[in-house]
């Protein structure tokens, strides 16, 4: 649960707060008391942090100014932080989609049946990212055989 909520915000370099809000949040959500669960715990203070696992409670880090911090932690922000390139891509394609869509009977115009029936699947299929690349490398006909090949419609 510490690792999954570690996704957007590692907690090092003074950002431990945002996780602990987060699972905090969590506990509430799902009612249950995250101390008492081992999500959380209490620091001298009286304030909430990040429990010792595993052998971190060899040293008291609380005490000493530190965070409880597990690998995983971090190496889990690292891989959510693709948003920097998936975000920008799925515009990018969403553009791409839009020039191809007359070839495969789509009108981007048409509303809910364009995004639902033609640009989700192919987003779905293949991804943002994939299209954004493909174009990048190869230009729009990759990205237009690619549609016809992998996601199926028609040209």
């Known amino acids: 649960m510490i690792t999954q909520a570690s996704a957007h915000a590692a907690p090092t370099l003074g950002n431990e707060f945002k996780v602990v809000n987060w699972l905090r949040a969590a506990a509430i959500v799902a009612r249950i ?10 620091d001298a203070a009286g304030h909430l942090r990040l429990p010792a696992l595993g052998k971190l409670g060899d040293v008291n880090l609380n005490a000493l100014g530190q965070t409880n911090l597990r690998v995983e932690y971090t190496l889990h922000n690292l891989s959510d932080a693709d948003f920097t390139f998936s975000i920008p891509a799925v515009g990018e394609a969403s553009v791409l989609l839009a020039q191809l869509a007359p070839e495969f009977g789509y009108d981007p115009a048409s509303g809910a049946s364009y995004v639902t ?7 779905s299929y293949l991804s943002g990212e994939r299209l954004l690349v493909l174009y990048g490398t ?3 006909a990759a990205v237009r055989a690619e549609l016809v090949f992998y996601a199926g419609f028609c040209g």
């Open 33 to 42: 008391d995250p101390v008492q669960a081992g999500y959380l715990t209490a």
């Open 138 to 140: 190869q230009g729009l």
């Open 117 to 123: 029936q033609y640009r989700n699947p192919a987003l």
